[in-house]
């Protein structure tokens, strides 16, 4: 199982701490597999975006009207972490629906 998120995530670093046998990929230093990010994409639509990041609120109007994909290759910060890969299957957040699905209520 691929937690994809940030090392200094401090909800990334409770997923990785709950779900045994997983690891997390710093996607703002390795980036996302080719496809995964157009997966969940279509999966979670505008979810995908964190709009109450710092990162958003620093964006020019202008850029946050931008398209959802590049923005996100652009800025990696601006996903809603963590992206949880379990075999193909996508979750995206750690709220308790995605704890119980994974087995770390």
């Not at 990041?53 to 996100?72: D, F, I, K, N, V």
Request: charged fraction near 30%; include cysteine.
């Amino acid at each position: 199982m691929k937690i994809y998120g940030l090392k200094n995530c401090d909800t990334c670093r409770k997923a990785l701490k709950q779900l045994q046998d997983s690891v997390l990929v710093d996607i703002r230093a390795d980036g996302m597999p080719d496809g995964l990010l157009e997966a969940a994409h279509a999966q979670f639509g505008d979810k995908l975006v964190n709009t109450r990041s710092t990162t958003w609120r620093g964006l020019s109007e202008a850029e946050r009207a931008g398209e959802p994909l590049q923005l996100l290759r652009a800025h990696p910060a601006l996903m809603k972490r963590p992206l949880i890969d379990r075999d193909g299957e996508l979750f995206l957040g750690w709220d308790q629906n995605t704890k119980s699905a994974l087995g770390a209520a």
